[in-house]
């Protein structure tokens, strides 16, 4: 079985990051875990570097995608110095996911076995909280327009993938686009994109004005990323 690199991008995590990285740690394969503190304002990077994770951090925030972008680079880097071993698979986890990451052994079992270039999950109802369903809509009509397929849970962000995927996904989209964007743009190349159920939860999404500007931002990110794809 290939080796696995778990990237956390995380922003202000620190209540959770530990128990994140964690469970990540322990999934099977997974012999590295990076968490990209993304400007955090509060003890993220000490909190995921007691917890054993590797820890790169943005001075300033610049977003989901550039967090992914830069885990995924310092595993580039890991993979060059262990040539032997051959590139690491990818498996991106949502920093807020807790003890529940243990949960995601599932994605990463199809693309180790060759069978699929990149795993989405789709979370199981039961434990999905919050929402943010406009965006999700958005999102999803886009893959379809594009693609004529769409997922289950379009800006998943527990994925599993290859590096030569990942590689076909750059230059990613900015910020909450991003996962959008991969589907779109691997799907189009003819790579394998196959979805996993799996039982994870986050923390709940409020109505308070603050939740209200994340969604706003995920919208931007989403609509700019389809604008591109779209034209």
Same mark, same amino acid.
Request: charged share 20%.
């Given at each position: 079985?290939?080796?696995?690199?778990?990237?956390?991008?995380?922003?202000?995590?620190?209540?959770?990051?530990?128990?994140t990285a964690?469970? @990540?740690?322990?999934?099977p394969?997974?012999? &590295?875990v990076?968490?990209v503190?993304?400007?955090?304002?509060?003890?993220?990077? =000490?909190?995921?570097?007691e917890?054993g994770?590797?820890?790169?951090?943005? @001075?300033?925030?610049?977003?989901? @995608?550039?967090?992914?972008? $830069?885990?995924?680079?310092?595993?580039?880097?890991?993979?060059? $110095?262990?040539?032997?071993?051959?590139? =690491?698979?990818?498996?991106?986890?949502?920093?807020?996911?807790?003890?529940?990451?243990?949960?995601?052994?599932?994605?990463?079992?199809?693309?180790?076995a060759?069978?699929?270039?990149?795993?989405?999950?789709f979370?199981?109802?039961? &434990?999905?909280l919050?929402?943010?369903?406009? &965006?999700?809509?958005?999102?999803?009509?886009?893959?379809?327009?594009?693609?004529?397929?769409?997922?289950?849970?379009?800006?998943?962000?527990?994925r599993?993938?290859?590096r030569?995927?990942?590689?076909?996904?750059?230059?990613l989209?900015?910020?909450?686009g991003?996962?959008?964007?991969?589907?779109?743009?691997?799907?189009?190349?003819?790579?394998?994109?196959?979805?996993?159920?799996?039982?994870?939860?986050?923390?709940?999404?409020?109505?308070?004005? =603050?939740?209200?500007?994340?969604?706003?931002?995920?919208?931007?990110?989403?609509?700019?990323?389809?604008?591109?794809?779209?034209?």
């Open positions: 079985m290939p080796s696995v690199a778990v990237v956390i991008p995380a922003y202000n995590e620190a209540d959770r990051i530990a128990e964690g469970a @990540a740690a322990a999934l394969g997974v012999d &590295v990076v968490v503190d993304d400007g955090s304002a509060d003890a993220t990077a =000490r909190v995921a570097t917890a994770a590797s820890v790169l951090r943005h @001075a300033r925030n610049r977003g989901k @995608a550039a967090a992914m972008a $830069t885990g995924a680079e310092a595993v580039r880097l890991l993979d060059q $110095t262990q040539p032997g071993n051959g590139p =690491r698979l990818l498996l991106f986890l949502d920093a807020d996911l807790g003890k529940t990451a243990a949960s995601a052994g599932p994605l990463i079992e199809p693309v180790a060759g069978q699929a270039d990149m795993t989405i999950a979370e199981a109802r039961t &434990v999905k919050g929402g943010h369903g406009f &965006v999700v809509r958005l999102s999803g009509g886009g893959i379809r327009r594009a693609t004529g397929w769409t997922p289950t849970q379009p800006m998943n962000g527990q599993c993938l290859t030569a995927a990942f590689d076909a996904a750059l230059p989209a900015r910020g909450f991003v996962e959008t964007a991969m589907t779109i743009d691997l799907k189009r190349k003819g790579l394998r994109v196959t979805e996993v159920e799996i039982a994870m939860a986050h923390r709940a999404t409020g109505g308070d004005l =603050r939740s209200q500007v994340h969604r706003a931002r995920q919208f931007v990110d989403v609509a700019l990323a389809l604008a591109s794809r779209l034209r």
